[in-house]
């Protein structure tokens, strides 16, 4: 069984960091781009970054262009979010999941792509 599982998260103050840690297991963790998603109360889930299966390539949603780094460490199956200029907008569950493809085209529309996820850790950024 595919496993996903997501830490890192808490509390920060504006204009502070954070860097969030996905692992995964029982996956060919190489084949498959990855993607970080976040959902705040009220509001729909969006897809915050995406990496491609071999970390080549990274896309972002605009408005953490800048601020956020995803990459992964495909030897250790482990995915990162380093998350830095924090807003009090960020605040949101951060969620780490798997992709049926190998690359990251129009990730922030195809949420149905990605088929295993994790149980989310929250990320709060106070004002």
């Known amino acids: 069984q595919v496993q996903v599982v997501e830490s890192g998260g808490g509390l920060v103050q504006a204009g502070g960091s954070l860097r969030l840690s996905c692992t995964i297991s029982?996956?060919?963790?190489?084949?498959?781009?990855m993607g970080w998603f976040r959902q705040a109360p009220g509001k729909e889930r969006e897809g915050v970054s995406c990496?491609?299966?071999?970390?080549?390539?990274?896309d972002y949603t605009d408005s953490v262009k800048g601020r956020f780094t995803i990459w992964r460490d495909n030897a250790k199956n482990t995915l990162y979010l380093e998350m830095s200029a924090l807003k009090p907008e960020d605040t949101a569950m951060y969620y780490c999941?798997?992709?049926?493809?190998?690359?990251?085209?129009?990730?922030?529309?195809?949420?149905?792509?990605?088929?295993?996820w994790g149980q989310g850790t929250q990320v709060t950024v106070s004002s």
């Open positions: 999941a798997t992709r049926q493809y190998s690359l990251c085209s129009s990730f922030e529309d195809e949420e149905r792509t990605f088929n295993h």
């Open positions: 029982g996956l060919r963790f190489g084949d498959y781009a």
């Open positions: 990496i491609t299966y071999t970390g080549t390539n990274t």
